[in-house]
């Protein structure tokens, strides 16, 4: 299996995938219920976590974009007033109540020290369980560890 940088024609490929990817996940679909309003905010809520990782060559891709992942090199951080604007565009009462303690705790967890983060990979459904978000994961590794 390829695992490649994504290039800049890559992107809207990519977050398509993690979109698929996510639509399964528990919190995602928690904090945005509504199939709609899903799909039409998580694009954007990729891009304002992890959509840094496109410009600074730290996104990966797998063979026919079956997987993705977004990795932030050190000093490069999500787009967290964006992410708060649309999560509260998009979610309603108590989710959105809870989603600011979310972030807040994330925040408090999140290391201090320059680290590279991945704020999102994400395999299709269909595709889940063959080794995909392994290989991901081992080939950005590779590079990141290359790269210090």
Not at 36 to 48: D, E, K, Q
Not at 94 to 108: L, V, W
């Amino acid at each position: 299996m390829k695992i490649l940088t994504a290039l800049a024609p890559d992107q809207g490929r990519a977050i398509d995938v993690l979109t698929l990817a996510f639509s399964v996940d528990p919190m995602a679909r928690w904090s945005l219920p509504d199939p709609g309003r899903y799909l039409s905010a998580f694009p954007s809520i990729t891009m304002a976590f992890g959509g840094n990782a496109f410009e600074k060559g730290t996104a990966y891709i797998a063979d026919n974009f079956m997987g993705a992942s977004l990795w932030l090199p050190p000093g490069v951080k999500s787009d967290e007033s964006t992410l708060t604007r649309l999560f509260n565009e998009n979610t309603d009462g108590k989710i959105k109540a809870d989603m600011q303690g979310i972030m807040e705790q994330m925040e408090k967890f999140h290391p201090a020290e320059p680290h590279w983060y991945l704020p999102m990979i994400g395999v299709d459904p269909a595709q889940q369980g063959s080794g995909i978000g392994s290989a991901l994961m081992a080939e950005a590794l590779k590079k990141l560890t290359r790269m210090g």
